[in-house]
């Protein structure tokens, strides 16, 4: 996915990290990699669903805050919110 991601392939990421999610449903970075994609792709619902996942299933405070300020400002401003970036 990453791969795909950095090539901004974003029908292929999706599939990568997709699968990647089935393996290990509760991984927040997974969630929240899979909601980046679904913003890039125009996606907004899928998007925030995904966000507010990682939001709830990471184990890092860090995590968590960082989830939750790309899900706030997508929340605030879905049509101008800058595109969440993979980290």
Sequence with gaps: ???????????TALDHYQRALRLSPDESYLLYANGVVYHRLGDLGSATDYLAQAVDAAALVGDRENYRQQLDALLRQPGTAPLLQLQ
């Design 1 to 11: 996915g990453e791969k795909a991601a950095q090539e901004e392939d974003w029908p």
